[in-house]
């Protein structure tokens, strides 16, 4: 390897070090760190930080950079070498646009916006959130000033989290997505209670919870040389490296549904990660290429796989000799209709699979309205409330069970909230794809041999890391660009079975 | 405070976040990771080493050292600002003196001999390891020649592990605790036999143990809002700044001393590291001062506290409690007796109290036979196997259970073994000091109020820190300068008695 490539390459070791010794202090403080290491903690991750900062944003990585595409002379683009002096550069230019002053103002508004938050979905008092929020839309879109390239302000937000993708592209999926699921739902709640799920809460108990939910996932893909399951509460993935997956998971004492799908979903997140080639290790090209991409491995884990009818065959013995009280005389298929029951609900993190996607359009929605549209903070509460009741026919009580409900936007995080479902949107064409190119898959799920799925992620998807951009990634995966239709054909087909809807 | 000693003070804090995320790394490696994390973990720590060598070992730091002394201008000299430059400029000299291709070569050196001597040892084939051991030898001689001021090469050497430390007060201390010990122990040979403590072996449950070990080290000092217990193959202590202590025990299945006394040796580690003065977090003034002084934390909870007739009148309910079998009918003095029972044995981490010594003065007279001596390591084998005849009265079985038994020369740690016995003999002057200051401090331990002592020994010791140097730290806690008398009396005093010894 030429000697400029050879140095940076070096050079992102170092940095991409920091960030997994980061990641793992942060997985660290969220899983198992006494409560009073966390000030000791800030300063070193602010230490580390700094330091990645440094090494990374400096005038010497931006002279690599270019010395290194020079000695690129024609090689192949999605090559290794050439990939890493592409993100190396956008990673770089993403990192030196931005005035350190504007990042350190972010930084404070997002702690302050954060402790505003808990304190207003406490009091339900949308009053004492609104003004942190104004703030942070103003930095945000000074922040999005930086990158004048961009369509428009969420433009240059929405490429933080999923990068080249277009909001044009967004809207355009998420218009087809509302316009089927808004009546296809109605449809569905009228049928809604013929379905029995009581058997769902009861008697649980957490040791049999974490018994099963290991033998699980460690049939899905878990391999304990190479990673870890905690506990969390809030369930999370991390991963330092290839080799060192760490996902976790939370017990409730009289539901299994938390523990059993959010490991399923964090599974599908390392098998991700996990799976890099090993040639990516300790280069910015290992790992997950976007957010949404991300996501879609974890809806496929958790929902397309997890919640099929073939999946719950395959579980529903374990289950029962886990739990043999709530469980005894628990069918298939009513197994399979109790988990995937339909219902509209205030909550986001608590919809089920059909629901999902209006939760995350109408935040989308009420983000275009405000970066775009004009929307007044004072009278985001009354959109927010009339989108709940046209989308989904519910009345919210208060802004504690409405616009406050969320985290995201008090840290700043504006346009991240669509990678959600463009997982979802992802995962089903990715799915459709998969399917289509090994006969039998359902089978396979129903006899829980899941390495042949497995090989086929790892060989479309996971392998890749960051080689490709993610609009090219997922055109290899799925073999196509973003595409709403398979992913609704997926929902619609699945639902309305269930729900006896042609 | 004035410029310089501000910016010396961020650039250490920068150095010690290093440091405590380099520590962190560590623990998680050896108590969780998973197996497959140990490549990148190595690359991750040595980042680590590498970033906060650059930082603290640069001509800009030794800038600042001198500038901020320039800024003392007759500070107090224990005070924060005149301890944070000398141990400051100590360290930077010890760390600049050293030319890095040597380091590098320790290191490797270091790599290779511990393989070679897991190899050795499984073995028993002292052949395999000598090689290693002679480079090892030969560069740490170089080593020492970079400190020319020291006595002689030895003495630089410890001075690595116990700062400021002459080897002649080593040989003057060990001489006395050896002449004392040899005859005494050959009287207590006499009288071995009437000591029962085959209950200590048994039915001692590991969910059990655990439970008591906690009750045990709470009451101790432990505490959970900042510490936390986990279990690794060979105990250790671990500080993340003084707000996060993590020690480790190890449980047997038929017996409860190693988890018990591992987990009271490691609490008095973690009392120390967390006792220091929190104006000295985040600075290298904080934590203990020399290995020796912390060691002598760590003996003085386990033996001269948590072996002694007190400590096991208070504990010996809670073990009836938790092992209801094996322990029913013990009275205390049964149970003193028998943890107390001295039995020469050929295994140093398997010692009692009395024999220990003895071990540690074998390892150092051979240090100094081969550094000093011209002993040839081919006769090393035969001089261990003679000392331990003549000092404990055993005959060597094989390398394994004699020369190679301990991982310490493999690694380089030449000069290290004496800290051990160095801390307690410590230990017996702290003690012999705390005990004439705090009336009826036998009735506190048999009470299990162990606050008073705690706050004595963080008055005296643990919250200085590195404020001072170590021999000016035990002069402080002791009342005197290292002498072997105290140590003595106590261990003739108690074994004495116990044996029926005059």
Not at 24 to 30: A, E, N, P, V
Not at 79 to 103: I, M, N, Q
Not at 355 to 377: K, N, S
Not at 405 to 428: C, I, K, R
Request: charged share 25%.
């Amino acid at each position: 390897m030429p000697p400029a490539l050879e140095q940076l390459r070096e050079r992102l070791g170092q940095v991409h070090d920091l960030h997994v010794v980061a990641m793992g202090l942060s997985w660290d403080q969220q899983v198992i760190m006494p409560p009073r290491g966390a000030p000791g903690r800030a300063e070193a991750l602010g230490t580390l930080e700094t330091l990645a900062h440094e090494r990374f944003a400096s005038e010497e990585t931006g002279a690599l950079i270019a010395a290194a595409r020079e000695e690129l002379n024609g090689a192949d683009p999605d090559g290794f070498a050439a990939s890493l002096v592409r993100v190396a550069a956008r990673d770089w230019e993403k990192e030196t646009k931005v005035p350190v002053a504007l990042k350190a103002e972010l930084a404070r508004a997002g702690a302050l916006g954060y402790e505003a938050w808990t304190k207003a979905r406490g009091a339900s008092d949308w009053g004492i959130f609104r003004p942190h929020l104004a703030r942070m839309v103003e930095l945000r879109r000074e922040y999005a000033a930086c990158f004048p390239e961009a369509d428009s302000a969420y433009d240059a937000l929405l490429d933080d989290f999923e990068p080249g993708m277009r909001n044009a592209e967004v809207a355009e999926v998420f218009r087809r997505v509302r316009e089927t699921l808004v009546p296809f739902l109605a449809e569905i709640a009228e049928r809604a209670d013929r379905v029995d799920n009581a058997f769902l809460t009861g008697d649980y108990p957490v040791a049999a919870q974490e018994a099963l939910v290991r033998r699980v996932i460690a049939e899905v893909g878990f391999d304990p040389e190479g990673w870890r399951l905690d506990v969390a509460v809030h369930p999370f993935a991390a991963s330092l490296g290839t080799q060192d997956i760490r996902i976790t998971t939370r017990f409730d004492d009289d539901s299994f549904l938390m523990a059993y799908f959010s490991a399923l979903h964090e599974t599908g997140h390392g098998l991700y990660e996990a799976g890099s080639d090993p040639s990516l290790e300790r280069t910015l090209l290992s790992g997950g290429v976007s957010l949404g991409l991300h996501e879609s491995q974890s809806r496929l884990w958790e929902n397309v796989i997890g919640r099929s009818r073939a999946f719950c065959g395959w579980a529903l013995p374990g289950l029962r000799e886990a739990f043999p009280g709530p469980m005894a005389g628990v069918s298939e298929d009513e197994f399979y209709a109790a988990i995937n029951r339909v219902e509209p609900g205030l909550i986001r993190i608590q919809a089920d699979e059909a629901t999902y996607p209006l939760h995350i359009i109408i935040r989308w929605e009420l983000e275009q309205a405000i970066f775009d549209g004009g929307l007044d903070l004072a009278d985001l509460p009354e959109a927010w409330n009339a989108k709940y009741r046209d989308y989904l026919g519910l009345e919210v009580p208060d802004d504690a069970h409405g616009v406050l409900q969320d985290v995201h936007w008090s840290e700043g995080m504006l346009g991240y909230f669509p990678t959600y479902l463009l997982g979802n949107v992802m995962a089903g064409q990715i799915w459709q794809r998969l399917a289509g190119e090994i006969p039998g898959v359902e089978a396979l799920v129903a006899a829980g041999d899941f390495a042949p799925i497995r090989a086929w992620l790892t060989d479309r998807l996971y392998r890749h890391g960051r080689i490709r951009t993610p609009a090219e990634t997922l055109s290899h995966a799925a073999g196509g660009p973003l595409d709403a239709g398979p992913y609704l054909d997926y929902l619609t087909g699945k639902f309305g079975a269930l729900y006896g809807i042609s």
